[in-house]
């Protein structure tokens, strides 16, 4: 059985930093493409930014909101993925999901979401 | 990149069907196949109920099916059932310069 599981999430300050984790178990994690999604209280989904598998160059693509400000990054030997967020802003407070870019027959169908994590709650606030 | 545009809001009585539709531009739903659709429980996370455009993952009925048409992509369900009564969120890719996701704003479902 497939299995996300973010923490990581908590009350930070605007300016402050925060990094999250996404545990990941029932599926061979080094091959994934990992996004991250998130959302708002009471609004819609927003794609975050996405870090390919190694064997793909492990290249990471961002959102522009969040650009220069997250990083993601990836230990396939935890099978864990990371979101680090610096110079958080009011409005990155949101639910922050985990999810892995669709396999179909060992291809990747980017941008199209599978599995995903339960989701941990960022708070920026003074 | 702007979200998609999707009806805040549609109802229907079980057994009827309905449709959502999802409307982009010539640089995301247009131009790619790759639009996905998700149901979201009230605090759940999205499951994926259709990827590339009309395509249902195993185990979601086939009471689900997509569709496109220019730069509209569309969800129907027929057979309405009071679990269906959920957020719905369309979603496309939109391009590898800068490799945009955009998602639509949302469509709460509501079964009579």
């Known amino acids: ?126 | 990149q702007s979200a998609l545009t999707q009806p805040a809001s549609v109802s229907g009585s079980p057994g009827q069907s309905i449709t959502i539709s999802c409307t982009g531009t010539s640089s995301d739903v247009g131009s790619y196949n790759l639009v996905s659709w998700y149901q979201q429980h009230p605090g759940k996370a999205p499951k994926l109920m259709i990827y590339e455009v009309s395509k249902r993952p195993s185990g979601v009925s086939n009471r689900f099916s997509g569709s496109k048409s220019g730069n509209t992509a569309s969800l129907t369900i027929s057979g309405l059932q009071a679990e269906d009564e959920a957020d719905y969120y369309c979603c496309s890719y939109a391009g590898s310069s800068t490799f945009d996701v955009v998602f639509g704003g949302g469509t709460k479902l509501t079964v009579l």
């Open chain 1, 1 to 126: 059985e497939v299995q996300l599981v973010e923490s990581g999430g908590g009350l930070v300050k605007p300016g402050g930093s925060l990094r999250l984790s996404c545990a990941a178990s029932g599926f061979t994690f080094s091959n994934a493409w990992m996004s991250w999604v998130r959302q708002a209280p009471g609004k819609g989904l927003e794609w975050v930014g996405r870090i390919k598998s190694k064997t793909d160059g492990g290249t990471t693509d961002y959102a522009a909101p969040v650009k220069g400000r997250f990083t993601i990054s990836r230990d396939d030997s935890k099978n864990t993925l990371y979101l680090q967020m610096n110079s958080l802003k009011t409005e990155d407070t949101a639910v922050y999901y985990c999810t892995t870019d669709l396999e179909v027959q060992g291809v990747i169908v980017t941008a199209n979401f599978d599995y995903w994590g339960q989701g941990t709650l960022v708070t920026v606030s003074s």
